[in-house]
């Protein structure tokens, strides 16, 4: 069963590619704004990354760690696991930066959370998924809590 936790918008910077490495294409974006709406409301702050491994079947191996801060200053740590694939094609025009339809490829991710707020104490008990869609110069994830 799921609940509605909140929707996240980020901006990002263009994909700095690091090479191949043994696993496959080694890329981090970096995390450069956003806001995040719902049940928390926050600012998504500039210097968090996504660091993905886009393996040789094609799947993006994805790790993004970032910071948010909400309206009355409390800091959250976001570490977000997750996995984006699709046809070939699908796939070549995301990493190209062009817009694909979100239908068009599967974008999913397990999201954990850290805060020495006390008011946001209930968060660090949370497991959540989110649903995502990549832009050319965004992401926007769509997230659920487990309960």
Same mark, same amino acid.
């Given at each position: ?20 490495? *043994?696993?496959?294409?080694? /890329?981090? =974006?970096?995390? %450069?704004?956003?806001?995040? @709406?719902?049940? !928390?409301?926050?600012?998504? +702050? ?13 799947? *993006?191996?994805?790790?993004? /760690?970032? =910071?948010?801060? %909400?309206?009355?200053?409390? @800091?959250?740590? !976001?570490?977000?696991?997750? +996995? ?64």
């Amino acid at each position: 069963m799921f609940k509605p936790l909140f929707d996240i918008s980020a901006t990002l910077a263009p994909a700095v590619t690091l090479g191949p490495a *043994a696993a496959g294409e080694r /890329r981090m =974006i970096a995390i %450069t704004g956003g806001r995040v @709406t719902g049940r !928390v409301e926050a600012e998504i +702050l500039p210097g968090g990354a996504d660091w993905q491994v886009v393996r040789p079947d094609g799947v *993006a191996d994805i790790d993004a /760690r970032y =910071i948010l801060r %909400t309206r009355d200053g409390a @800091t959250v740590e !976001v570490w977000s696991r997750g +996995l984006r694939h699709g046809t070939p094609e699908a796939m070549r025009k995301l990493i190209a930066g062009e817009p694909v339809d979100p239908s068009q490829y599967y974008f999913r991710t397990a999201l954990r959370f850290e805060s020495a707020a006390p008011s946001l104490q209930w968060l660090t008990r949370v497991l959540a998924i989110g649903l995502g869609e990549r832009l050319p110069n965004a992401v926007l994830i769509r997230v659920f809590e487990v309960l």
